[in-house]
Nanobody, 125 residues
Framework: QVQLVESGGGSVQAGGSLRLSCTAS????????MGWFRQAPGKEREGAAA????????FYADSVKGRFTISRDNAKNTAYLQMNSLKPEDTAVYYC??????????????????WGQGTQVTVSS
């Protein structure tokens, strides 16, 4: 019943920007911690950014700090990841994930309960 659907992926040149969206259904989005994770071919999935239900706290991987911004619109059940100054090493499948409730566990992957199917982001040189 819980569903997360990502969109907004694509191919861009290095230095470009992209905004990913994640639309949720089937649970109380407004009370959920939302996170964005990514996985490159042959590598483990890693956290990129996360935020609590009211954006009081945000979490970013060192590799994306200053370039990526996570936000959300609870009225639309949607989370966003604005990605600027993209680098080839940002190339990966990006996944939206959620932790229901008021406690956010940052970028610790094992805590996330619900996952989207992913959207491909490719950054060329």
């Amino acid at each position: 019943q819980v569903q997360l659907v990502e969109s907004g992926g694509g191919s861009v040149q290095a230095g470009g920007s992209l905004r990913l969206s994640c639309t949720a259904s089937g649970y109380s989005f407004s009370s959920a911690c939302m996170g964005w994770f990514r996985q490159a071919p042959g590598k483990e999935r890693e956290g990129a950014a996360a935020t609590d239900s009211a954006e009081y706290s945000t979490f970013y991987a060192d590799s994306v700090k200053g370039r990526f911004t996570i936000s959300r619109d609870n009225a639309k059940n949607t989370a966003y990841l604005q990605m600027n100054s993209l680098k080839p090493e940002d190339t990966a499948v990006y996944y939206c994930a959620a932790i229901p409730g008021s406690v956010c566990h940052g970028l610790t992957l094992r805590w996330y309960r619900h996952w989207g199917q992913g959207t491909q982001v490719t950054v060329s040189s």
